[in-house]
Nanobody
Framework: QVQLVESGGGLVQAGGSLRLSCVAS?????????MAWFRQAPGKEREFVVA????????IYADSVRGRFIISKDNAKNTVYLQMHSLKPEDAAVYYC????????????????WGQGTQVTVSS
């Protein structure tokens, strides 16, 4: 049984930083999966944030977070991180970790596994 467990969410002031973590278990090989972060704000659709590819480690970012967010993957710990800097009120959302066996893509329907999410709140 695959489980993705996010942590690290919380309340932060605008301009601040936060690091999210996602620990995976049950995947055949963690290194063989693309890992991604999505987010969903109240009343909005889930949107792609960033993904790191399974083989090349190729990273793709949403334009809204490029230059502020950094994704990293620790295969030894089965963990993917999302370091967020210069947070804005519009970054507030529930952040979800996702995994797929294919290459890094932006389309959420192509991800097979999902975590329960962690709330990020940004005060202005």
């Amino acid at each position: 049984q695959v489980q993705l467990v996010e942590s690290g969410g919380g309340l932060v002031q605008a301009g601040g930083s936060l690091r999210l973590s996602c620990v995976a278990s049950g995947l055949t090989t963690f290194s063989g999966h693309t890992m991604a972060w999505f987010r969903q704000a109240p009343g909005k659709e889930r949107e792609f944030v960033v993904a790191v590819g399974r083989i090349t480690g190729r990273v793709i970012y949403a334009d809204s977070v490029r230059g502020r967010f950094i994704i990293s993957k620790d295969n030894a710990k089965n963990t993917v991180y999302l370091q967020m800097h210069s947070l804005k009120p519009e970054d507030a959302a529930v952040y979800y970790c996702a995994a797929r066996e294919g290459k890094s893509v932006r389309d959420s329907v192509l991800y097979n596994y999902w975590g329960q999410g962690t709330q990020v709140t940004v005060s202005s």
